[in-house]
């Protein structure tokens, strides 16, 4: 993923989540590791956090099993949801940023 910075677009993924856009980057992402469920999820949370004016994002998979975290960039954790199985690694930044 090094080579995505910036964005030139933003893309709609979902009419689940009509106000959400995610960047190239992300897109890139999704298309290449098959892991729209991934953006699914961090988006069915940023509504309801959205007073956090800052989340970081973070999925640690370990033998198919996923943790994703959500927390405010200060270690403060207001999200954990357990992914019981994940058929492939996730390869994405160290954090995934929204704000």
Not at 19 to 40: F, P, Q, R
Not at 78 to 84: C, G, K, P, S, Y
């Amino acid at each position: 993923m090094a080579h995505c910075y910036g964005s030139e677009k933003w893309h709609r993924w979902s009419i689940l989540f009509k106000k959400h856009s995610i960047t190239d980057g992300v897109k890139y992402l999704c298309d290449s590791a098959e892991c729209y469920w991934l953006v699914d999820a961090i988006a069915s949370y940023t509504a309801e956090h959205k007073n956090e004016e800052f989340q970081d994002w973070k999925l640690k998979v370990t033998d198919g099993k996923g943790i994703l975290t959500g927390d405010d960039g200060n270690g403060n954790i207001f999200v954990t949801q357990e992914i019981e199985y994940t058929d492939r690694m996730v390869f994405m930044p160290p954090n995934l940023f929204v704000g």
